[in-house]
């Protein structure tokens, strides 16, 4: 079992730090599908803080359907994926442009809308992971599609967990799969120099707690790449 980066709790609101680390894990794909996490005592040990803290933050995440609790087993990760079974909604040959331009308009939707639950639970510690994924983003090459496509997407994905919506989260937890394909396509076809001056700017914003600022370079920014989409021929590759 690979260990936890778990870092040590700070002394306020201990249980909600021990649960956002843990959720963090989780969506980052620490633990795997089916992968039992540490123990209670070894969460306790690895984060310095009394079990207690660290129960309620693992009932909370089994409520939210991250994990499932196995008598005298352990908790386990749960995969919602096959329970949903939405990898189907990703075809074998690729996403045609229509399918690309629902995910867009989607998510243009959805990330525009969550901006004021965003900056109401905006930290440091998320801002520093924004800056460092644009950092990232910044030195790759066009044809790095893959890697610039999940980099990308993370950016993205960061912004529904800031917002503490669990309902978001686990619905773009299941729809994983299609965001990144279409993700992969539009770098394919558009390469990535545009997202990247975006992300920079949406970052700034943030930096500068400008809410209304960041909404709209956002919208901006969708729209951009709908805009691109609409006018180049798309390859599933």
């Known amino acids: 079992m690979t260990i936890a980066p778990i870092k040590n709790i700070k002394s306020e609101k201990i249980q909600d730090q021990v649960y956002e680390q843990l959720r963090t894990l989780l969506l980052d794909g620490?633990?795997?599908?089916?992968?039992?996490?540490?123990?209670?005592?070894?969460l306790c040990r690895m984060s310095?803080?009394?079990?207690?803290s660290v129960r309620?933050?693992?009932?909370?995440?089994i409520a939210q359907g991250f994990l499932v609790s196995k008598q005298g087993e352990g908790t386990f990760v749960v995969d919602v994926s096959v329970?949903?079974?939405?990898d189907l909604l990703v075809p074998i040959i690729g996403l045609d442009k229509k399918n690309i331009l629902e995910v867009l308009e989607y998510r243009k939707i959805l990330e525009?809308?969550?901006v004021p639950q965003i900056f109401a639970n905006l930290t440091d510690s998320d801002l520093d992971y924004l800056e460092q994924n644009v950092q990232a983003l910044e030195k790759l090459s066009d044809d790095q599609i893959e890697t610039n496509a999940e980099i990308d997407l993370a950016f993205h994905r960061k912004?529904?967990?800031i917002s503490g919506n669990s309902l978001i989260i686990k619905v773009n937890q299941i729809l994983g799969n299609l965001?990144?394909?279409?993700?992969?396509?539009?770098?394919?076809?558009?390469?990535?120099?545009?997202?990247?001056?975006?992300?920079?700017?949406?970052?700034?914003a943030m930096k500068r707690?400008?809410?209304p600022k960041t909404e709209s370079l956002l919208a901006e920014h969708i729209q951009d790449t709908i805009d691109s989409v609409l006018t180049t021929e798309i390859k599933p590759h």
Not at 30 to 42: D, L, N
Not at 56 to 61: E, G, N
Request: with cysteine; aromatic share 4%.
């Open 30 to 42: 620490h633990w795997k599908a089916g992968e039992k996490i540490p123990s209670e005592a070894e």
């Open 48 to 52: 310095g803080v009394s079990r207690v």
């Open 56 to 61: 309620t933050a693992l009932k909370s995440l």
């Open 83 to 86: 329970a949903m079974n939405m």
């Open 112 to 114: 525009v809308g969550i």
């Open 159 to 161: 912004l529904c967990v």
């Open 179 to 204: 965001f990144r394909k279409s993700m992969e396509d539009v770098v394919l076809a558009l390469g990535n120099r545009r997202g990247r001056d975006y992300h920079r700017k949406i970052m700034e």
């Open 209 to 211: 707690r400008d809410l």
